[in-house]
């Protein structure tokens, strides 16, 4: 049954796109633009912004394209925040072309600076090339690979954060995954994102983290945004698969599951205070990218640890 048809915006006559079972609401695409630019202004509030630069990870699908348009948007009338992009081509042969172009023409339509780096260049091999010669799983060499690089880039074009696209059910998994794992010190390090100075390393803040995956897409339709419906075909994780079908059901059963999963969360941590402070950091002793123990977990991955 499709809930939205024929059905009008709760806030005006116009029809709805969306409905959200969470609020009760109807929303037709303006208001759904303004309920989303609502939340993401929000969240930049809690992250007391100074003035400078911020980077967006930039891939080209739907999540990193709707955070640059909404940061864009937002920003474009400020003269104390630039933003610009950062796309990292990892090599995904038959995949990564297409968000490229994606990521390209966005950077160009909306008239922001837009850098290109690749791992070929940085780390001499392709994710293609790493498939063939590790058994590691690839969404961990990618990861690590992807984070050392896009920090790398971030500071040498001098931004003060790093925008990732995280939505509110990436979030909610994530919290999920780190609790069944019982991997405390990986949940506590997810608060450290958002503005804690650290050596090294430019702060990452995550603004789209209150809005759920469907109204991201929908804000895509909505702006006009090309999306890739391609999926990547290393996507292999089948731990995190299996949590988000289970939140997806969840959720569809008692609305609102994901925003309890981060709300919990972030009173968590908050009554822990300071009893996690974030760990100490170290320059890599082969990249000098900062890292907990001298070797980051890429050149871990690459096999440089000599
Ligand atoms: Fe990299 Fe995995 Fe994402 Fe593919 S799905 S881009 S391998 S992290």
């Known amino acids: 049954m499709n809930l939205i048809a024929n059905h009008p915006c709760t806030k005006c006559d116009n029809p709805a796109v969306i409905f959200q079972p969470y609020s009760g609401m109807y929303l037709c695409k303006e208001h759904l633009i303004d309920d989303i630019t609502r939340k993401v202004k929000r969240d930049l509030r809690k992250y007391n912004l100074q003035p400078g630069t911020i980077a967006v990870a930039l891939s080209g699908g739907k999540d990193s394209s709707v955070l640059l348009h909404l940061l864009h948007k937002i920003f474009a009338p400020s003269r104390k925040i630039k933003i ?40 001499g091999r392709t994710l293609n090339d790493l498939m063939k010669e590790s058994g590691r799983p690839p969404c961990s060499v990618c990861g690590a690979l992807r984070k050392n690089l896009l920090n790398k880039t971030a500071k040498q074009l001098g931004a003060g954060y790093l925008a990732i696209g995280h939505n509110l059910d990436d979030e909610a998994q994530t919290i999920l995954i780190n609790h069944l794992r019982g991997d405390i010190g990986r949940l506590v390090r997810l608060s450290h994102v958002g503005g804690r100075v650290q050596p090294g390393l430019v702060p990452r803040i995550k603004p789209l983290r209150h809005v759920p995956e469907g109204e991201v897409v929908a804000y895509a339709g909505a702006a006009g945004l090309s999306v890739c419906p391609k999926a990547c075909p290393y996507m292999d994780e089948a731990y995190r698969l ?12 008692h609305p609102g599951t994901r925003h309890g999963i981060v709300r919990g969360f972030d009173r968590m941590i908050g009554a822990l205070g300071d009893a996690y402070p974030p760990a100490s950091l170290v320059p890599c002793r082969v990249c000098r990218e900062p890292c907990t123990d001298g070797l980051c977990q890429a050149c871990k991955m690459l096999g440089r640890d000599s």
Do not use: W
């Open 84 to 123: 610009i992009a950062i796309t990292i081509d990892e090599g995904i042969s038959g995949y990564r072309e297409k968000t490229i172009e994606n990521a390209k023409n966005l950077a160009s339509d909306l008239e922001i600076p837009h850098t290109i780096v690749s791992f070929k260049d940085a780390f």
């Open 242 to 253: 299996g949590v988000r079908i289970f939140l997806r059901e969840f959720e569809d059963q």
